[in-house]
């Protein structure tokens, strides 16, 4: 059985393999070389060396302005998801009648679209600002934490799941000898939740990091950028140089190309600082 497994397992893996190199590696391979390139369509594509790249920053500061608006959105959406998630989490798993009923409210709103989530907080915030007589678009500011708030009213009940099971893993006899021991609730926390919660802190935190560096939909229909273009994020800025005027396309293609490195060498980095944190029970 081993002997036909060792030979013949590979025509098992083949059919998901010719989909992965169709569906990812040549359309990859195929962007990188047209960012390299001035092009309209795939067909009339035009080597020109690193002028697109260099554009990106010298066109204008739009992609730069992206970048510092999407790692600031970024450092606060991480930062307040997880947070939020966790207390619930500890929350959640303190035996607290109704728990499975609020654990299913929370996790709701993850179901819900991008766009219609956009739309929805669009509705909600420009109505409270509207007794002030203004509206998401007046202020940068206004489009951040609308953008903050939407964020995490999405993601925080999927995070809350993943450290609810987290916390449900950790073996309740170390509690009971912290408790002996006479360990209070901060030191408990600090000294053996956190520590053993970890793989659980280092997947949530990655996909928030990867979600809300890449986010665009959420973005594109609550503020689309505005006022001016000082809430528009890398996803959005991207989208509007590839499709706003003829002519640059290799631009966009560039943008994404860095895009693309920059969100996995954050992931890549994150990844190796929390899994380092990480302890076996």
Not at 49 to 72: E, H, P, Q, S
Not at 103 to 129: C, H, S
Not at 179 to 205: E, K, N
């Amino acid at each position: 059985m081993q002997k036909s497994l060792r030979k013949y397992g590979w025509l098992f893996l083949l059919p998901t393999l010719i989909a992965f190199l169709i569906a990812f590696v040549i359309p990859f391979l195929a962007g990188v070389w047209l960012s390299f390139t001035e092009f309209t369509t795939v067909t009339n594509a035009k080597f020109v060396g690193l002028d697109n790249y260099i554009r990106i920053f010298t066109d204008n500061r739009d992609f730069l302005n992206a970048f510092w608006f999407t790692v600031k959105f970024t450092v606060v959406s991480v930062v307040s998801v997880n947070l939020l998630a966790f207390i619930l989490a500890l929350l959640l798993t303190k035996g607290l009648r109704g728990t499975n009923f609020f654990r299913t409210a929370f996790f709701m709103p993850n179901l819900i679209g991008g766009i219609v989530l956009g739309y929805i907080w669009q509705l909600i915030i420009n109505g409270v600002l509207s007794g002030m007589g203004v509206d998401l678009t007046y202020r940068a500011e206004y489009g951040f934490w609308g953008l903050v708030v939407l964020m995490n009213w999405q993601m925080i009940g999927y995070m809350m799941i993943i450290y609810v099971a987290g916390l449900q893993n950790i073996p309740s006899e170390l509690h009971e000898v912290a408790a002996i021991d006479g360990a209070g609730g901060f030191a408990t926390l600090r000294h053996i939740t956190l520590p053993l919660v970890m793989p659980s802190i280092t997947i949530c935190t990655f996909l928030t990091l990867s979600n809300s560096f890449k986010m665009f939909d959420q973005n594109y229909a609550l503020t689309g950028g505005a006022p001016g273009k000082e809430t528009q994020m890398l996803a959005l800025d991207i989208y509007n140089t590839f499709y706003g005027s003829v002519g640059n396309e290799g631009v966009g293609q560039a943008k994404a190309v860095l895009f693309f490195v920059l969100v996995a060498l954050v992931a890549l980095i994150q990844l190796r600082i929390t899994r380092a944190r990480e302890v076996e029970t």
